[in-house]
């Protein structure tokens, strides 16, 4: 699913190409401040609840394991709400700090919070579906992820194309199709 998570990511690029100079690196700037929380929520707590949750599933214990998921998604509701909001109110300021240097302008700082406000919410879908990628894997099914990730990458990019051609958001409307 990594595989098609970048494969879906560079599709967008190339539609963001079609938006003029510069949105390519806006988005792709806008996903860097994405991933970080993603990277330290979602997929630790996915990483650490795989051993526990094989237990659950060769034991049998299928109560346990559905407190299990329901206590890990509550827990990545209240990691991701103040990372989402954090990158919202504090994302231009970050991208200031860590980009607006050389050749990078505030105007090319406005343009990646542009794709950045829309990309945060988005946190909390993609950091719940993270959290589920575990349970397949426990429960030996490498399909059902690998076929979810495929039909996202498919509406992902008819979204791109849709909001590149048909509205005024730009690389906010990747950000959102995303």
Not at 92 to 111: A, K, M, Q, V
Not at 114 to 136: D, E, H, K, T
């Amino acid at each position: 699913t990594m595989f098609i998570q970048q494969l879906q990511f560079t599709i967008s690029g190339i539609v963001a190409m079609h938006l003029g100079e510069g949105m390519r690196v806006y988005i792709s700037k806008a996903n860097y401040l994405v991933q970080f929380p993603m990277a330290l929520t979602a997929t630790a707590v996915a990483t650490a609840m795989l051993p526990q949750l094989s237990q659950y599933l060769v034991e049998g214990r299928t109560r346990e394991l559905n407190d299990m998921m329901a206590f890990t998604k509550r827990l990545e509701i209240l990691l991701m709400a103040p990372a989402i909001m954090g990158l919202i109110f504090l994302g231009l300021p970050i991208l200031e700090l860590l980009f607006e240097y050389g050749n990078w302008t505030s105007e090319d700082t406005r343009g990646a919070y542009w794709a950045l406000l829309f990309y945060a919410p988005g946190l909390l879908p993609l950091g719940l579906s993270r959290l589920l990628y575990p349970l397949y894997y426990a429960k030996k099914d490498m399909m059902t992820p690998l076929k979810a990730a495929c039909a996202a990458m498919i509406v992902n990019v008819l979204l791109n194309l849709y909001f590149v051609f048909y509205t005024d958001l730009k690389q906010g409307g990747l950000g959102l199709a995303s």
